[in-house]
């Protein structure tokens, strides 16, 4: 049972262009979604997450969108660069009350072109 | 400089070795995963360690064990190596963080695994 689906798997933007990736889930338990950006030959790192109060959260190129009621939320990268090639994986805190265990997405390549 | 390092980048065993990949981090936190990340799978959990000794089996625990000896360092242990278990694995840890809280987890750089 896949708790976190994401798609697309890939995504291929122009310089400049806007990437969407999205993500549904089916816990209404789930309280905190963050996104991870892994690059090549690197572990994931945290690039933004949202708690269900706010339906947006935006950190620079970076905007998070929250839909409570749809139980989706999704990431927006504005003016994508070359540089922001990688792959991505939204994830939600699975249930337990000290809320530390995460549930990722199967990832989504995301390719910017010059 | 938060740091989370695995003993090796690359590794290569032979199906039926027993093996172990070391993670330690510098950070003091008290949660620490085994995740292995495979394409189209995304990330699966394998184990996760919330204190010294204690253990709870993740999403895909078969084939593996763990240990946690000490509050930096989690182990994870193939018995037996399968060809079925060549992946990268990736190490993490995080704060213990109560309900509410952002529970940042911080990754090591990954094991590539190859089983022959």
């Known amino acids: 049972q896949q708790q976190v689906k994401q798609s697309p798997q890939s995504l291929i933007v122009q310089k400049g262009g806007i990437s969407i990736i999205n993500c549904a889930y089916e816990?209404?338990?789930?309280?905190?979604f963050p996104w991870y950006q892994q690059f090549p030959g690197k572990g994931p790192a945290l690039l933004i997450a949202?708690?269900?109060?706010?339906s947006e959260k935006k950190e620079g190129r970076f905007t998070i969108s929250f839909n409570k009621s749809a139980k989706q939320f999704s990431l927006h990268i504005m003016d994508s660069q070359p540089g922001d090639s990688a792959t991505y994986f939204c994830a939600a805190n699975s249930e337990g009350g000290s809320n530390y265990k995460l549930t990722f997405g199967k990832g989504t390549l995301l390719t910017v072109n010059p | 400089d938060v740091k989370v390092t695995q003993s090796s980048r690359y590794l290569v065993k032979r199906t039926g070795e027993k093996v172990f990949l070391e993670c330690v981090q510098d950070m003091d936190h008290e949660n620490m995963f085994w995740y292995r990340q495979d394409p189209g799978l995304g990330l699966r959990l394998i184990y996760f360690?919330?204190?010294?000794?204690?253990?709870e089996k993740g999403d895909i625990p078969e084939g593996y064990s763990v240990s946690r000896e000490k509050k930096e360092r989690f182990s994870l242990i193939l018995e037996s190596a399968s060809t079925n278990q060549t992946s990268m694995y990736l190490c993490?840890?995080?704060?213990?963080?109560?309900?509410?809280?952002?529970?940042?987890?911080?990754f090591g750089p990954g094991t590539r695994l190859t089983v022959l």
């Open positions: 993490a840890s995080s704060l213990f963080g109560l309900a509410g809280g952002d529970n940042e987890q911080f």
């Open positions: 816990n209404t338990a789930f309280d905190y």
């Open positions: 360690s919330y204190d010294v000794k204690m253990k």
């Open positions: 949202i708690r269900p109060d706010v």
